[in-house]
């Protein structure tokens, strides 16, 4: 079984569905059962603030949310908020590690921190998530749907959502208009 946890999916041209399309997934998880992931450079129309708003949550420090947009995540759960974040010492109702490094949490109360001294150091916060079946994934990786490069946090939390596939193609070596539509096996 590959190894994908904690690696990026990068779309290649071939992907068309509109969803995926020139998509950067970050994959949280991947055994024998499936994979889950959230697409990291496809923001949507709505603010954290919006989302809060739809949710009858009342957040203290909503000011700081007023300019921050959610993610398209995925196609799936669509309804739900998932929030990737560096650790921090508060520990959450509803947290899970990634790795040494991120958890995601899935309850309110991480929102709840924002702009106080218990917020992540970077977040993110995605509408929907990204999910595969078993060897789905697998599946589409040798139909060439997906390059796979190592994440980096950099490329999580700093690079701008509109530059991220670009940037994690060039860090493979990759040029973005040298890609082709089929690629050929020897």
Not at 59 to 81: D, I, M, S
Request: a negative charge; aromatic letters at 8%; proline letters at 4%.
């Amino acid at each position: 079984m590959m190894e994908l946890k904690n690696k990026y999916l990068i779309a290649t041209p071939q992907v068309i569905d509109p969803i995926f399309q020139q998509s950067v997934i970050y994959i949280c998880d991947h055994t024998e059962q499936g994979s889950m992931g959230f697409i990291i450079n496809k923001p949507s129309e709505m603010s954290v603030a919006e989302v809060c708003s739809k949710l009858n949550f009342m957040v203290a420090n909503a000011r700081f949310f007023n300019k921050n947009l959610c993610l398209t995540g995925g196609p799936a759960h669509r309804e739900r908020g998932f929030i990737l974040h560096r650790k921090t010492k508060k520990n959450f109702n509803s947290s899970l590690p990634v790795n040494e490094a991120l958890m995601l949490t899935t309850s309110c109360d991480v929102l709840d921190c924002i702009g106080t001294e218990h917020e992540p150091e970077d977040y993110l916060i995605a509408l929907g998530c990204a999910m595969w079946g078993a060897e789905q994934l697998e599946n589409e990786i040798r139909q060439n749907d997906w390059l796979i490069a190592d994440a980096s946090l950099d490329l999580l939390f700093k690079v701008p959502f509109a530059k991220r596939w670009q940037t994690a193609l060039l860090a493979l070596g990759v040029m973005p208009n040298k890609l082709m539509l089929q690629a050929g096996e020897c």
